[in-house]
């Protein structure tokens, strides 16, 4: 495996989907096949995986993991480094929250400065700048 990953753990919110990745279900669409074919090959190459269901009313988690992944690109030279999540149990807006950039900036900048000259970020991505205007709208 490219990334070395030996141990994974998996949310989800479709029973179904966690049984089909685990094998215990085949997919019965045509189309869908080769991903689970592909998804046991990779499975085949990890130490340990495990599984953890979430009912669709819990899983922020998962629906903030999936936009995180939708708002990253990355080719396969790009160095990706892992990072904690830590479940809190309290209201977010109970505690401080970094939201700085390594510039000194917040995640919003690049918006507002989209907004009043219409520049997108010297080396932005075509991606970045789509998102930029989708958050400017």
Partial sequence: MALEIK????????SIMIYQTQGKLKT???????YQEHLEGIIKNLKEITFEYL??????????LATLDLMVECSLDTEIR????????????KKS???????GRTWLAPVIDFIR???????STMGEKKRLRKYAT
């Fill in 7 to 14: 141990k994974l753990r998996v949310y989800g919110d479709s």
């Fill in 28 to 34: 019965n669409d045509e189309k869908l096949k080769p």
């Fill in 55 to 64: 009912p669709r009313v819990n899983n922020r988690f998962a629906d903030a």
């Fill in 82 to 93: 892992s990072f904690l999540v830590e479940r809190m149990c309290e209201l977010a807006y």
């Fill in 97 to 103: 929250v970094n939201a700085l950039k390594t510039d």
């Fill in 117 to 123: 000259e219409r520049k997108y970020l010297e080396y």
